[in-house]
Structures are given as C-alpha cells and as structure tokens.
C-alpha cells in the first residue's frame, strides 16, 4: 500500500480514514533513517518539522499529531496534513498571503496552489521540493509555513480527528537526534465525557498508540500481551484511573505498568511513577499516608504521601504530566485495613476541574510545626493507581522457614 497522495488523486476523506487507522507496530529510527539519509539533511528537515510541532502545541496542546508510515511521516495540525516528509523528499503547506516576491519566485518550480482542497483554510499553496534543497529554500517557506500551523491549530475547536495514529516514537527519536528535549507531546485530555453523564474526562494522559509504542517496549522487555490486554489495560485507566491486575505470579503484572508509565513524558527530576510493595503487616492507612507522631512532634511522612503532593504540585503546573503509583501485591494485607481511605475517595467523584469531591483528611494537632502535609488533599486527575494481585497469595503471615 502506499501512503503518498498528489494533487490529482488525492482524496481527503480517504486520507483522513488512513491516518484515523494509522500503522501500528513501526519504528521510527529505521523509517526516518531511510527516508533522509543524509545525516545533515536529515537535520535541517526534522529542525523544521519539529519547529512547526512546537508552534501548533502552543497555540492547541490537543490539536496536532504525528503519523508514522513505513514511506512516510507526516504532521497532522487541525484537520490537515501540513508537513510530510517522504523519501528525499519534503512537502509543505504554506499560506499563499505569506509569500512575498522573492520567495514566490525561489519556489516558483516546486509548487502546486490548491485553494479549495482545505475548506477551513483557503489560500493554501502546496510545494513540494527534493530534502537536500530546503536548506536553501528555508528563509522563503519558512514563515510561511508556519504561518498555515498557526491558522489550522486555531480554527480546530476540538481535538484533532488523527490522535488515533500519533506515534510518540516519532518525538522519542526527534528528541535524541535533534538534541530537543523541549518537544512536547500532545494532550488529548483523556476520553471525551459521556454525553449527559456528568463524567469528566481523566487527567493528562497523553493519547498513545498502543499498539505499537506499547507493545515495542514490553517485546524489548521479553513480555508478550495480546492487542486486547494492552487496549483494555490502557481504555480502563483512562476511564477509572484506578485498574487491578491480577494474575499468577510471574505473568508481568508489574512490568506492564512500569513499561506504560515508562514510555510516557518523564519529569525533569526522577520518575512519573513509584513503585510501593505492600507488606503484610500493614494495618491501617498510617502505612500509606503517614501519621502524627507525638513523641516527636513531627509528621511521620512516607514516600507515597511526598509522591502524591508531587502529582498535585504538576497538575497545579499544568504540565501535562500523568503519574503512576504501582502498589504490588496489595493482598499480602488486607486491602479494606490500609486502602479504604483513598478508595473512598478515588470512588466520591469528579468537580468541574477533575479534583476528588472529597478528601483525604490527614491529621495532627492545631500546634504541630515543622513539615506538615495538609490537613486536607484533594486527588487530582493525572494519578492513576495500579494495583497487582496475586490469587494464591494469603493475607496470613507466613510460617515457613
């Protein structure tokens, strides 16, 4: 199948459904590699497509994705595709009212004008021109280019209908070779709410292909779950925030929520997620949350009470983070002594900017000094909570030797 489309044969409702479908399972270091295989080349075309990345999330976090194809990768801003990148070979969108003389006259050979083939942005020109000349061509397309990223990020009112095939590979390998770390990653918000319902959307969990970021991961890793396992595992946090796994021992419970939260936007600092044994001897919600301790007048503070002021702290920020608490397994104790506090919680629903309706109640005398949490917290909607079970393990402590 081939994914190239020219002026003549193209047909946006097919390309829309291609795009929709996207191709999962593709890496993006082989594709680009061969598409632009001429090292310096091949950074003055992914420096451009990343600059027009950064100037469609400023203007609509949700509303631009990246496509990967095995002879193609394209930018989708809006409802159009604004930049491909075939092999050697570079096509761009530019707004016609953005092109003086001059660069209408540097790209007079390379163009194609197709004003009606975007009905939300008229005056669209279309150039297409070999990779190797647009170090060349760059001060003339340039502005202009990103001129047409702004329009269709700002005429877009909801996200944009190609999130299905965004490829965070792709960002993954622009980041490396370009030295990039500031590229962001969409944030497509989660699932849209049910009509009527009153439900909220989840936190900022980046939209991804599960099929194929997901699933290349946990293969390097040795672990094999089917397209199933992995689409459920992924629809059920986006809806609940709070999933279950269970299974025997060994099956790769862990090692699947480590791998997800793994392969999403890392924080400058340390993890997106934190991984908590349960121990049997847990009795009460002091093991999760902390408590007063009066013999020392301070707050007895754990690693997942600092690890959820973290999470509120980059909701507050806006960073478009999602982080990760893996409690493994939670049947070594009973789950009802030290987890009903946050489950009652987690289960009070959602306000108007996806804060728990209630909250946890954490408390120490009026006096108490020194580091203290706060006597109220809300939970914010970019935890997401991933429990391990193992069926054959007792709630008893062992007797064993």
């Known amino acids: ?31 680009l590699e061969a598409l632009l295989p001429d090292v310096t080349i091949r950074e003055t075309c992914l420096n451009l497509f990343a600059d027009a990345i950064v100037q469609a999330h400023q203007l609509r976090p949700n509303g631009w994705s990246v496509s990967l194809f095995p002879n193609l990768v394209r930018l989708n801003v809006g409802k159009i595709r604004a930049h491909d990148i075939f092999a050697n070979e570079v096509h761009l969108v530019l707004a016609t009212d953005a092109l003086n003389e001059q660069a209408k006259a540097a790209i007079q050979n390379h163009t194609e004008t197709l004003p009606n083939l975007y009905d939300s942005l008229p005056g669209t020109t279309d150039a297409r021109f070999a990779a190797g000349e647009l170090s060349n061509l760059l001060p003339f397309v340039r502005d202009a280019h990103l001129q047409i990223v702004t329009r269709a990020a700002r005429v877009l009112k909801n996200r944009t209908s190609f999130y ?46 599960v099929g194929a970021a997901l699933a290349a991961r946990l293969t390097h890793g040795g672990l094999h779950f089917t397209p199933w396992q992995r689409a459920t595992f992924y629809t059920a946090l986006q809806t609940k925030g709070f999933v ?54 301070t707050y007895e503070w754990t690693p997942f009470l600092r690890f959820l002021l973290r999470v509120v702290q980059s909701y507050e920020a806006r960073d478009s983070l999602a982080w990760f608490v893996i409690l493994d397994e939670m049947n070594l104790a009973h789950v009802e002594y030290y987890f009903a506090d946050l489950l009652s919680v987690l289960e009070s629903g959602r306000d108007g900017d996806g804060w728990t309706r209630e909250p946890l109640r954490l408390g120490y005398p009026d006096d108490a000094a020194g580091d203290l949490p706060p006597r109220d917290l809300r939970l914010p909607p970019n935890l997401y909570i991933v429990g391990t079970v193992n069926p054959r393990c007792s709630t008893e402590p062992s007797h064993s030797n």
Do not use: C
């Open 164 to 209: 299905k095939s965004h490829s965070p590979d792709v960002l993954a390998y622009l980041r490396n070779f370009l030295g990039r770390d500031e590229l962001p990653d969409p944030d497509y918000q989660g699932i849209p709410p049910v009509p009527g319902s009153g439900q909220m959307t989840r936190g900022p969990m980046p939209s991804v292909n």
């Open 244 to 297: 279950i796994l269970s299974g025997i021992s060994g099956t790769g419970k862990t090692r699947l929520a480590q791998a997800f939260a793994g392969m999403l936007p890392q924080p400058a600092e340390g993890a997106n997620h934190l991984f908590v044994p349960v121990r049997p001897d847990w009795r009460d919600s002091k093991s999760l949350l902390g408590y007063y301790n009066p013999l020392t007048g």
């Open 1 to 31: 199948m081939t994914f190239r489309f020219t002026a003549e044969d193209r047909n946006p409702e097919a390309d829309r459904q291609l795009l929709e479908r996207g191709a999962p399972g593709l890496s993006a270091a082989p594709i």
